[in-house]
């Protein structure tokens, strides 16, 4: 199993920016996609970006130009980021990391981004 704990998540005045990070441990061998999923309250959860293991990237057409998805692969870890530039209102929501590997599926436990003046 991947186990996966994300980070970087706070208050951001509109057009700031955050850098989020979701540390992957365990079965890390076995991970062919990562993605960030982000639900805010009474919404369905929605794909903000995923990455593959070859390196391909996909984004929701409302973050292309504004988010940018990466990951680094250590010998222990994988570390996926987002970072999300000229935030706006709409992009508050609890921000999740996932993983789908051999070994299974996995999520975090998620990280707020509220963006309010």
């Known amino acids: 199993q991947v186990q996966l704990v994300e980070s970087g998540g706070g208050l951001v005045q509109p057009g700031g920016s955050l850098n989020l990070s979701c540390a992957a441990s365990g079965s890390i061998a076995s991970i062919y996609f990562l993605a960030w999923y982000r639900q805010a309250p009474g919404k369905q959860r929605e794909l903000v970006a995923s990455?593959?293991?070859?390196?391909?990237?996909?984004?929701a057409d409302s973050v292309k130009g504004r988010f940018t998805i990466s990951r680094v692969d250590a010998k222990d870890t994988v570390n996926l980021q987002m970072q999300m530039n000229s935030l706006k209102p709409e992009d508050t929501a609890a921000y999740l990391c996932?993983?789908?590997?051999?070994?299974?599926?996995?999520w975090g436990q998620g990280t707020q981004v509220t963006v309010s003046s």
């Open positions: 996932y993983a789908r590997a051999l070994s299974g599926n996995s």
């Open positions: 990455i593959t293991r070859g390196g391909n990237t996909n984004y």
